[in-house]
């Protein structure tokens, strides 16, 4: 969930900033068609939204065994049931039909005078014609944020057009829900998530009365990456479960101190488990117990931070950055509204321009809940961490070589990019304009080359973020309607819902229906290379899903093995051995004298294949130091060596080489202190 800025023409209250900031969050009749048409309905509701795309869909897997198809990593189809129910006017089906489903909220009507949400985001005064079917006169639309974009008949247009994988992101804001006037349940995050999850599972089972009983339909949610492999070879959509919370598990932090423990932690994580959920991000927006989050910018960032103050008690602080990576700058705009609900003698502080990090990364409670996900053979969303936070958890994945790490909506400091791809990874771009999307997709084909995946996109619909205006019918690459889908099987017509029929290139991405538009206007303007990245997003998203089910944790070869140290560091109170750094737990290490040439030696017992050496270094690292392995603990072989180690949790990989004995040979010292490892590792894979 993305919030872009839009102008207001008016002051708000308070509340208005607040949701600013946060928002960032009739009976079945027969089918015309043929039974043989397995792609079509046997009974449809009447009347409903028309789909557009003739042809059948495409099955099965290309000539090298490889699914096909586009991926959408990251939507929010049941947002209406978030913020408490009011705040995304609409529904993505209705036992009661279309005019149910697709109708605005009360307190929208008559003209929407009180579509507070609305004109925050909109700007203006918020009116507009409230009435959705059959006319959508002013709804749904590229710049309308609150109301319903994820129809399901829209959807399966979506599908129709190529897609083949989606991403539903079960989404919630507690304070969102507590600040906004209108709602219908409670704020709590879980019970959102929940019933969101049984809502999804509800519009399976209503699209499968369509085609005439359970697992017919084409929407099919799925739990695992072979389940999901078949669902698309049949020509279906899966249909993948995901979170995006700003307090999993009930984890925020209130004055620096956390309001869960790890068995809460446990106890979400089963839980969501259980549900199906398979993805998830660990903080946005706010700071939480488990990590800091990255930055808005500007006037946005200062609301922001005004929300974080009043609801965590503590405004963001910010260091310098210690490598490339940056999070958005907070800047120094104004907010002047959200700043006079501060506490007198309050006010959000300034923050230097050559320190754009936050100082929050990943707490010692979201390392928990990071290994809990791989244990789960879950997939972490990065986006919206903090890149202190990032950068930690990528290291924690390095070292387990694990590739369940996703960014699913451009919310990423792109100089991850390779880190993640290196891992086996998945990226997506938010649903940016065609002209934005084909640009930066062009500026990291060369990555995916290299690493031979599919790329992706994260339409973000009903996330309040803003979605691609129309470049005009004057445009000179217009989309020409009717055009084929990528695969040449299907004929893609405008859609027609009621008595309203958009056009991609007059109505911009108004609503899901169009991604198949979308995906043809960046094909008008990118090329047929990025849309043929686009159909092998599929193939890669599942690639990574099923690495990261198959992973095996590694055995560590040197947990409990004979080390010793060219020094060790005196104390009286406590033991800083050689086999501190070996013995299991990080609450011990080893640490040298204060000079620069020191090493630890590790006797694995028996010769092995090394092929990787993780280093938990403590406060005191090294800044260059090398691996070795011997057979004899005489000849030493250099497998890998660093001049630029910046301390944390270090992954030496190399080709595998029989060693008795690993030694971490120090050469030059990051700090004044000598050298100190909590932990070593020693793998064969």
Not at 80 to 95: Q, T
Not at 101 to 119: N, Q, T
Not at 501 to 520: F, R
Not at 529 to 536: A, G, I, Y
Request: glycine share 12%; proline share 4%; hydrophobic share 35%.
């Amino acid at each position: 969930m993305t919030q872009q800025p839009h102008h207001r023409r008016r002051p708000v209250t308070v509340l208005s900033l607040l949701l600013l900031v946060m928002a960032v969050t009739l009976g079945p009749t027969p089918s015309s068609a043929a039974g043989t048409d397995w792609w079509n309905p046997v009974a449809r509701p009447a009347p409903d939204s028309q789909i557009g795309v003739t042809g059948e869909p495409f099955k099965g897997t290309n000539s090298q065994g490889e699914v096909r198809g586009f991926v959408d990593a990251h939507n929010h189809i049941m947002a209406n049931e978030a913020f408490g129910g009011r705040l995304i006017c609409g529904k993505p089906f209705s036992e009661a039909g279309v005019a149910d489903a697709l109708k605005d909220c009360p307190e929208h009507y008559p003209d929407g005078s009180l579509a507070i949400f609305d004109f925050i985001t909109n700007g203006g005064d918020g009116k507009h014609d409230p009435d959705g079917w059959p006319t959508f006169k002013d709804w749904p639309a590229y710049d309308s944020l609150t109301h319903q974009q994820n129809y399901y008949a829209w959807v399966e247009r979506a599908w129709r057009g190529g897609q083949r994988v989606l991403v539903n992101d079960l989404v919630t804001n507690g304070v969102i829900c507590s600040v906004y006037p209108f709602k219908d349940r409670s704020c709590d995050e879980m019970t959102s998530i929940r019933l969101q999850a049984k809502l999804t599972y509800d519009m399976q089972a209503y699209i499968d009365k369509m085609y005439g009983g359970t697992g017919k339909g084409w929407f099919r949610i799925v739990t695992d990456s072979e389940q999901a492999r078949s669902v698309v070879e049949q020509g279906k959509l899966a249909v993948v479960l995901g979170v995006e919370t700003s307090e999993p598990f009930g984890c925020k932090q209130i004055l620096d101190i956390a309001q869960c423990d790890k068995g809460d932690i446990d106890a979400g994580l089963d839980e969501l488990y259980d549900l199906g959920v398979r993805s998830m991000f660990l903080c946005h927006k706010f700071d939480n117990a488990l990590c800091g989050v990255r930055f808005d910018e500007g006037g946005l960032g200062t609301a922001i931070n005004v929300g974080q103050f009043l609801s965590t008690g503590t405004f963001w602080q910010t260091e310098k950055c210690k490598g490339p990576q940056h999070d958005n700058p907070i800047g120094g705009a104004a907010a002047p509204i959200a700043e006079e609900e501060l506490p007198a003698g309050v006010e959000v502080p300034s923050y230097n321009d050559d320190a754009q990090c936050n100082k929050r990364g990943l707490t010692e409670l979201g390392e928990y809940a990071v290994r809990g996900m791989m244990q789960r053979k879950m997939m972490l969303e990065v986006d919206h961490m903090s890149v202190k936070a990032t950068g930690r958890a990528l290291d924690i994945f390095e070292s387990e070589s694990y590739p369940g790490v996703l960014s699913s909506h451009s919310w990423m400091d792109l100089n991850w990019t390779e880190r993640v791809y290196g891992l086996g990874g998945f990226i997506a771009q938010y649903m940016h304009g065609s002209e934005g999307f084909s640009a930066e997709a062009d500026r990291t084909k060369a990555l995916r080359e290299k690493y031979d995946v599919g790329y992706g996109y994260g339409t973000d619909m009903n996330g309040v973020g803003g979605w691609p205006a129309p470049r005009g019918a004057d445009a000179s690459n217009p989309v020409t309607y009717p055009f084929r889908s990528t695969d040449g099987g299907s004929v893609i017509d405008k859609q027609t819902t009621g008595s309203r029929t958009w056009d991609l290139n007059t109505d911009g991405a108004s609503h899901y229906g169009l991604v198949p538009d979308w995906i043809e206007d960046i094909r008008q303007v990118g090329g047929q290379d990025v849309v043929d990245d686009l159909f092998r997003g599929a193939e890669s998203y599942l690639d990574t899903w099923g690495a990261s089910e198959g992973h095996k944790a590694g055995a560590n070869l040197a947990k409990g093995s004979s080390a010793s140290a060219s020094s060790s560091e005196s104390n009286p109170f406590t033991s800083y051995a050689p086999g501190r750094a070996v013995d299991g737990n990080t609450d011990t290490r080893w640490a040298s004298d204060w000079s620069d040439d020191q090493w630890l030696r590790i006797d694995l017992g028996s010769t092995s294949t090394v092929k990787r050496v993780t280093l938990e270094w403590e406060r005191a690292y090294g800044k260059s130091y090398r691996v070795e392995v011997s057979k004899d603990g005489t000849t030493w072989q250099s497998v890998w060596s660093t001049t630029a180690g910046d301390g944390g949790l270090d992954t030496a990989r190399f080709n595998g080489v029989p060693a008795r004995y690993v030694r971490i040979h120090g050469l030059d010292r990051g700090t004044d202190w000598g050298y100190s490892l909590q932990e070593v590792g020693v793998y064969s894979s």
